[in-house]
């Protein structure tokens, strides 16, 4: 094991696990009472993930020179709602109690691909999760929160494990299997959308 890594795992362990936890439980305070909230979660990014993440070269070079400070989703949090219309107002009410650093629309680098969609917000950790006996050095200075309708997680969830964790490569055909089920969860989102700004004007009538 080398330093980085028992210094996150140190990290992770006494501080970021008790930290995920604390969030978990105040957005879900938040949001007791929005509507249309399937799930609120938060988890600290596991040792493997993280060292995995501070490996990554871009272009033969280190992606991260400083990954304790650099890579701001060790605590990620994620709210799954119904509908694509739901996103953006959950967005805003997060943005009335959290400061963000960055917000960004994760799509597919083509209009004519299907794969990861959600919604990427990177937020300031409040200073009222953190333990005040110990340096705030110790813990990140910003976490990830993922917003996502049920079926870009679904998708995401099953992507990831099969997409990311086994050893042998996909073939062409698998992968474009991967990418159809894509489009099926997008069009999905789509078709469930439009029912329910269909329902609205329905029941106002």
Sequence with gaps: MNELETVYKKRYENYLQPLAEKLEKLLQEYFSEEQR??????????????????????????????????IQDQVGSRIVTYYLDDVQRIEQFVLKYFRHVESQDVVPESDSEFGYFGKHLVLFVPNE??????????????????????????????????????????????????????AQAWGADMIFNDLYKKSLVMERN
Excluded: C, M
């Design 37 to 70: 909230i399937d799930r609120v979660i938060s988890r600290a990014k596991s040792v493997e993930s993280f060292i995995k993440k501070a490996n990554r070269k871009v272009d033969g070079k280190q992606n991260y020179n400083d990954p304790l400070n650099q």
């Design 129 to 182: 999760l953190l333990d005040v006996a110990v340096s705030t050095e110790t813990y990140p200075r910003f976490f990830e929160l993922q917003i996502k309708t049920l079926f870009q997680h679904a998708w995401g969830e099953a992507n990831h494990d099969l997409g990311y964790k086994p050893p042998w490569r996909w073939s062409s055909e698998d992968k474009r299997s991967i990418a159809f089920a894509s």
